[in-house]
C-alpha cells in the first residue's frame, strides 16, 4: 500500500503563495488517483481538486478553481498543489489521499474511495 508524506505548508500573507507536495513510497502513483483535501478548525474534511496519475486529467472543486493546480512528476512519484491566491479562508491543514484508479477523472470523489492519506501539513493565511 502507498504511504504519503505532504510538505511544503507554512504561513503566508493574504495573496500569497505555497506549493504543496505529496510524496509516495511504498508504489508507483502510475494506477493511483491523488486527492486533495483540507480541514478547517471545527470544520469537516473538504475535496479541493485530484489527479489521475495515469492520465494527468485532473479536478477542481469551487474552492480550488482558478487559483490551485494540481500537477504530478511521476519519475518523482510525487503529485504538487500549486495554491496562488490565498486567502484566510484557506487556512486549513491539508492533506493528500490515494486510491486505485486508472484512466480519466470527471469528479471529485468523495473521502471514502481514498485508502491511503497522509499526515498533513498546516496551511496558514493571516497578515
Known amino acids: 500500500q502507498v504511504q504519503l508524506v505532504e510538505s511544503g505548508g507554512g504561513s503566508v500573507q493574504p495573496g500569497g503563495s505555497l506549493r504543496l507536495s505529496c510524496a509516495a513510497s511504498g508504489s508507483r502513483l502510475d494506477s493511483y488517483l491523488i486527492g486533495w483535501f483540507r480541514q478547517a478548525p471545527g470544520k469537516g474534511r473538504e475535496g479541493i481538486s485530484c489527479i489521475s496519475s495515469s492520465d494527468g486529467s485532473t479536478v477542481y472543486t469551487d474552492s480550488a478553481k482558478g487559483r490551485f493546480t494540481v500537477s504530478r512528476d511521476n519519475d518523482k512519484n510525487t503529485v504538487y498543489l500549486q495554491m496562488n491566491s490565498l486567502k484566510p479562508e484557506d487556512t486549513a491543514v491539508y492533506f493528500c489521499?490515494?486510491?486505485?484508479?486508472?484512466?480519466?477523472?470527471?469528479?471529485?470523489?468523495?473521502?471514502?474511495?481514498?485508502?491511503?492519506w497522509g499526515q498533513g501539513t498546516q496551511v496558514t493565511v493571516s497578515s
Open positions: 489521499a490515494a486510491g486505485l484508479w486508472v484512466g480519466e477523472i470527471a469528479m471529485m470523489p468523495g473521502a471514502s474511495f481514498f485508502v491511503s
